[in-house]
């Protein structure tokens, strides 16, 4: 059966139209769990996670661009879904339905007044893996095994009116005003842009390329501008193997260590020195072999965050072990990060306070200990739980206000991804 897309709902009427037939399947799906459970019937929760969960998925693949984005980020925070929605989700870090072989034909027109069996020796119709920006292709020339990447028709102009459509439900949802998170939507619209402009992905690939290619166990694609264009981006194809296909191999524990290695040192190099960082860390980004001792391909430069200099002091100081021994310096830093406020009422304060430090306290740990073991299971389940605790707590759940800097939105999702990442390698890295 071909799955392929023929069409994307690209205009802002479409997309809306699109969001409310879902909205209405969605409550569809809730009146038929009720009158079954009214008549007496069995009607699962779980069954109606599932039911919704697969049509949130359809419509999120089906739209691709900032919404299938959004899925993809939920998928990494675990704690914040019932588990059939977080099993549709993580679908998205590796594989949504396609677009049709005559939409990507028309891609390649519209850049090349080609079709992409006339610009390389051979090309793949059916994409190889298709996700929420665009889609992979697998192509050869002049003896090259490549990777073409095809962005969907749409997407960048789309962006805007989506953030638009969920902007007034979110808002409503959590009881603030749109100047109080316009900061944080202003960060989030500007990294999406940002990753539908393959100029600018093509340059950072390079560059972060030359500028990591002195740390050992990682491996980064040749860009080819040439074969490249808005919406096009022509690449090496890297061997290896997803997270979930790499683990069913069950590599050893030397391995899984050298891997988690390079992606530690990876990020740290990235943050330390560079200043930014690749913050997308989701396992369909990266590409993993036995080889070597341990292999990582690194993938898809689109969402990488700029660190401002002062930032990166108060993100480096907020870890740090001496901030975690000294109260009154964590105080002057969390005013510094606009989190404590001088017209605070003292209650409030302290509870800002108290929950900063338990939160830097277990966020920081593997940064105060020579050697972290990311294979125990108790660290992302007590991170887990930390933040089941804090969005139950009654009285933080009536702070609606958002604080701290927008900055720390990509950074607090770069690391959170990436220690989900080496939780599932179960690797030992020396992080210091």
């Given at each position: 059966m071909d799955e392929s897309q023929s069409s994307l709902p690209t205009s802002k009427v479409a997309r809306a139209a699109r969001f409310a037939k879902t909205g209405l399947s969605v409550g569809a799906n809730y009146v038929k769990h009720y009158a079954r459970r009214a008549v007496g019937a069995e009607a699962s929760t779980d069954d109606l996670h599932a039911a919704n969960a697969a049509e949130l998925y359809?419509?999120?693949s089906e739209m691709k661009g900032s919404v299938l984005k959004v899925a993809q980020m939920l998928a990494m925070e675990k704690n914040l879904l019932p588990a059939a929605y977080a099993e549709q989700f993580a679908r998205a870090q590796?594989?949504?339905p396609p677009l049709s072989g005559p939409l990507v034909v028309k891609a390649f027109r519209d850049a090349f007044g080609k079709s992409p069996f006339?610009?390389?020796?051979s090309f793949e119709a059916e994409a190889r893996q298709a996700a929420s920006i665009g889609q992979v292709h697998f192509a050869r020339k002049d003896g090259r095994d490549?990777?073409?990447?095809?962005?969907?028709p749409g997407v960048a102009s789309s962006i805007k009116s989506d953030i638009g459509m969920v902007k007034p439900i979110a808002l409503r949802i959590v009881g603030m005003s749109e100047a109080q998170v316009q900061p944080y939507l202003d960060e989030v619209e500007t990294r999406l842009l940002e990753e539908t402009d393959y100029a600018l992905e093509l340059r950072r690939g390079q560059e972060i390329a030359q500028q990591c290619q002195h740390l050992p166990h990682l491996e980064f694609a040749a860009y080819y501008p040439a074969l490249?264009?808005?919406r096009i981006l022509t690449m090496d194809w890297l061997p290896g193997q997803h997270l979930k296909e790499f683990l069913?191999?069950?590599?050893?524990?030397?391995?899984?260590?050298?891997?988690?290695?390079?992606?530690?040192?990876?990020?740290?190099?990235q943050l330390n020195t560079l200043r930014q960082v690749h913050a997308d860390p989701h396992p369909g980004n990266f590409l993993l072999r036995a080889e070597h001792g341990g292999t990582v391909a690194v993938l898809d430069f689109g969402c990488v965050k700029q660190v401002p200099e002062d930032v990166y002091a108060l993100f480096t100081d907020l870890l740090a072990p001496a901030t975690y021994a000294d109260p009154q310096r964590l105080t002057a830093l969390l005013t510094q990060a606009d989190v404590l406020r001088p017209t605070d009422p003292e209650p409030l304060r302290a509870l800002y306070l108290r929950t900063l430090q338990t939160s830097l306290e277990l966020v920081g740990r593997p940064f105060r200990q020579p050697v972290f073991d990311f294979g125990d299971p108790a660290f992302m389940q007590d991170l887990y739980q930390l933040g089941d605790n804090l969005m139950q707590d009654p009285e933080l759940r009536r702070q609606r206000e958002p604080r701290g800097s927008q900055h720390f939105i990509y950074l607090n999702r770069t690391y959170v991804g990436l220690f989900a990442l080496l939780t599932e390698l179960k690797a030992v890295v020396r992080t210091q």
């Amino acid at each position: 059966m071909d799955e392929s897309q023929s069409s994307l709902p690209t205009s802002k009427v479409a997309r809306a139209a699109r969001f409310a037939k879902t909205g209405l399947s969605v409550g569809a799906n809730y009146v038929k769990h009720y009158a079954r459970r009214a008549v007496g019937a069995e009607a699962s929760t779980d069954d109606l996670h599932a039911a919704n969960a697969a049509e949130l998925y359809g419509t999120l693949s089906e739209m691709k661009g900032s919404v299938l984005k959004v899925a993809q980020m939920l998928a990494m925070e675990k704690n914040l879904l019932p588990a059939a929605y977080a099993e549709q989700f993580a679908r998205a870090q590796y594989q949504t339905p396609p677009l049709s072989g005559p939409l990507v034909v028309k891609a390649f027109r519209d850049a090349f007044g080609k079709s992409p069996f006339e610009v390389f020796d051979s090309f793949e119709a059916e994409a190889r893996q298709a996700a929420s920006i665009g889609q992979v292709h697998f192509a050869r020339k002049d003896g090259r095994d490549l990777a073409v990447k095809v962005q969907y028709p749409g997407v960048a102009s789309s962006i805007k009116s989506d953030i638009g459509m969920v902007k007034p439900i979110a808002l409503r949802i959590v009881g603030m005003s749109e100047a109080q998170v316009q900061p944080y939507l202003d960060e989030v619209e500007t990294r999406l842009l940002e990753e539908t402009d393959y100029a600018l992905e093509l340059r950072r690939g390079q560059e972060i390329a030359q500028q990591c290619q002195h740390l050992p166990h990682l491996e980064f694609a040749a860009y080819y501008p040439a074969l490249s264009s808005a919406r096009i981006l022509t690449m090496d194809w890297l061997p290896g193997q997803h997270l979930k296909e790499f683990l069913a191999s069950s590599p050893g524990q030397d391995v899984r260590n050298q891997l988690g290695q390079a992606l530690w040192d990876f990020y740290q190099f990235q943050l330390n020195t560079l200043r930014q960082v690749h913050a997308d860390p989701h396992p369909g980004n990266f590409l993993l072999r036995a080889e070597h001792g341990g292999t990582v391909a690194v993938l898809d430069f689109g969402c990488v965050k700029q660190v401002p200099e002062d930032v990166y002091a108060l993100f480096t100081d907020l870890l740090a072990p001496a901030t975690y021994a000294d109260p009154q310096r964590l105080t002057a830093l969390l005013t510094q990060a606009d989190v404590l406020r001088p017209t605070d009422p003292e209650p409030l304060r302290a509870l800002y306070l108290r929950t900063l430090q338990t939160s830097l306290e277990l966020v920081g740990r593997p940064f105060r200990q020579p050697v972290f073991d990311f294979g125990d299971p108790a660290f992302m389940q007590d991170l887990y739980q930390l933040g089941d605790n804090l969005m139950q707590d009654p009285e933080l759940r009536r702070q609606r206000e958002p604080r701290g800097s927008q900055h720390f939105i990509y950074l607090n999702r770069t690391y959170v991804g990436l220690f989900a990442l080496l939780t599932e390698l179960k690797a030992v890295v020396r992080t210091q």
